[in-house]
């Protein structure tokens, strides 16, 4: 539980840091294809292994991703800072020019970020501030759709542990499928913030056709949406990574992921009773699915406000850039 967000935004980070801009969002997605194609995998595995043997060998696997990121992924240190974008956070001997001074050198900065540098951070770029209000409604949603949509299908339908386990499968591999091949269609001639956009419109849908659900395989047929609402979380990383420079890839992406884990904190807290509120008999109106509608509605403001991202000037980013730095 420690590692694993912290193994996702580090990847995301060292894919940053050694693909360009333009094909960053096809990388991302491939990425999510791939740990969606794993999951896939790991369920299959699953249901032929007993509890033990499952836990046995996902600790192998484990070992084995390690021998093989020391053997084959190269540190990624990265020299330049692409002209592209500017950095929020400098580290290194960072050069400013002041009006009528003399450049003078910033002091490196090794030690761990502070709550007043994460504050910096999400203060100086609009479009990072803006992404980061994405994530955190869009992760509230996710979270309250995991934490209430089993709940809400095995009280709704008499939904049981297979049927979960099959509509997870289809789920996957679908996601699968259209991160690998179709996201990288995509990205060129639409854009990630579109494809985000898009991807937040049609998971608010699926939300929406999950909470009037009338029989039991409408959850399967809203199932083949994720082809289209993967798209969502790689090109929100990747429209993040832009705006962060070279150096500073993992702060973005991990600051990113944090806001993530708080959503996903909060979101059991709401949406858990009003589930079990709406499903029983004490309910003020009878409205099975009102918490997914409440989910779809988290969507829908996650939707508009990715509409907004990019469309803010880009130069505050250098000046809230400074200030952080300043003594």
Not at 54 to 81: D, G, H, K
């Amino acid at each position: 539980m420690v590692c694993e967000g912290s193994i996702n935004c580090l990847a995301l980070a060292y894919l940053a840091d050694n693909i360009s801009d333009s094909q960053r969002a096809s990388a991302f997605g491939i990425l999510s294809g791939v740990t969606s194609g794993a999951f896939v995998c790991a369920t299959l595995v699953a249901r032929f292994l007993s509890t033990g043997s499952t836990f046995q060998v996902a600790t192998f696997l484990s070992m084995l991703a390690v021998v093989y990121m020391r053997i084959f992924l190269e540190e990624s240190l990265p020299n330049q800072v692409d002209g592209m974008t500017q950095p929020m956070l400098k580290e290194g001997e960072d050069v400013i020019q002041k009006d009528g001074d003399a450049p003078r050198k910033m002091p490196e900065s090794k030690k761990i970020p502070s709550l007043r540098d994460i504050i910096c951070l999400l203060k100086s770029s609009p479009s990072f501030s803006q992404a980061a209000v994405v994530a955190f409604f869009y992760s509230l949603a996710e979270g309250g759709m995991i934490s209430s949509s089993m709940y809400y299908l095995k009280a709704r339908f008499h939904f049981n542990k297979n049927q979960f386990a099959d509509l997870m499968l289809i789920a996957g591999t679908i996601a699968t499928i259209s991160q690998l091949f179709l996201m990288p269609l995509l990205v060129s001639p639409i854009g990630d913030g579109r494809l985000l956009s898009i991807g937040l419109l049609v998971t608010c849908a699926n939300a929406i056709l999950y909470s009037i659900a009338w029989s039991a395989w409408v959850p399967y047929a809203a199932t083949a949406m994720s082809i289209v609402t993967v798209f969502a979380p790689p090109s929100l990383r990747s429209i993040v990574s832009k705006q962060a420079g070279a150096s500073e890839q993992g702060k973005a992406q991990g600051c990113i992921s944090g806001v993530s884990s708080l959503a996903n904190i909060i979101a059991p807290l709401i949406f858990s009773p009003l589930t079990a509120t709406f499903l029983s008999e004490e309910a003020p109106f009878h409205f099975p699915g009102f918490s997914i509608m409440c989910i779809a509605v988290t969507l829908m403001i996650a939707f508009i406000q990715s509409l907004t991202i990019g469309r803010a000037p880009s130069n505050s980013s250098d000046k809230n850039s400074s200030s952080c730095m300043e003594v």
